[in-house]
T-cell receptor, first 114, second 113 residues
């Protein structure tokens, strides 16, 4: 079965500093990869997705992620964070032939401090 | 477009009671799904549907039923609520059944006492 590991449960960072949120997945079969953000008491919003093609994916709000097939990783990065980026971030994967059945990681809480 | 809507926002049930969580979307999406969110566990798929009349089980289907009589609606039924079903429930929809962006509703926070 597919699994997703988010290596940090919480990441504190100062405003305007860079940040990386780490994500590893288990399967070596063809997958689609996603990062979602959840602000307090809200639903999830898609930040970015990798379906195929370039391994560097750019998303909304200045975030980007790099797909590394050999390391089965999909780390999320932002060069300079803002207070408004404080939220919980979820990495998710779906196996291509199984459709949109997402398997989520446990989440990483990003706390941006001033 | 209202997107994906869920009702109610909050619900408290006693053990053994039944209820239906409502989900509707106005984007003409074929694919709809239900997830539950528990602290430290991310979201887990309960049931999903690839179109009207077609549903299937996800990772944690026990204790839940679904049906899909229209494209727009995908209700989730709790047959006999248990404290283990205390969670936040999210409905999601997608235009494509494969690789498409899933749009999430605002969630229903359910407490079973």
């Amino acid at each position: 079965a597919q699994s997703v590991t988010q290596l940090d449960s919480q990441v504190p960072v100062f405003e305007e500093a860079p940040v990386e949120l780490r994500c590893n997945y288990s399967s070596s079969v063809s997958v689609y990869l996603f990062w979602y953000v959840q602000y307090p008491n809200q639903g999830l919003q898609l930040l970015l997705k990798y379906l195929s093609g370039s391994t560097l994916v750019k998303g909304i709000n200045g975030f980007e992620a790099e797909f590394n097939k050999s390391q089965t990783s999909f780390h999320l990065r932002k060069p300079s964070v803002h207070i408004s980026d404080t939220a919980e971030y979820f990495c998710a994967v779906s196996v291509r032939e199984y459709g949109n059945k997402l398997v989520f990681g446990a989440g990483t809480i990003l706390r941006v401090k001033s | 477009n209202a997107g994906v809507t869920q009702t109610p926002k909050f619900q408290v049930l006693k053990t053994g009671q039944s209820m239906t969580l409502q989900c509707a979307q106005d984007m003409n999406h074929e694919y709809m799904s239900w997830y539950r969110q528990d602290p430290g566990m991310g979201l887990r798929l309960i049931h999903y549907s690839v179109g009207a009349g077609i549903t299937d089980q996800g990772e944690v289907p026990n204790g839940y039923n679904v049906s899909r009589s229209t494209t727009e609606d995908f209700p989730l039924r709790l047959l006999s609520a248990a404290p283990s079903q205390t969670s936040v429930y999210f409905c999601a929809s997608s235009y494509s059944w494969q690789g498409g962006e899933q749009y999430f509703g605002p969630g229903t926070r359910l407490t079973v006492t």
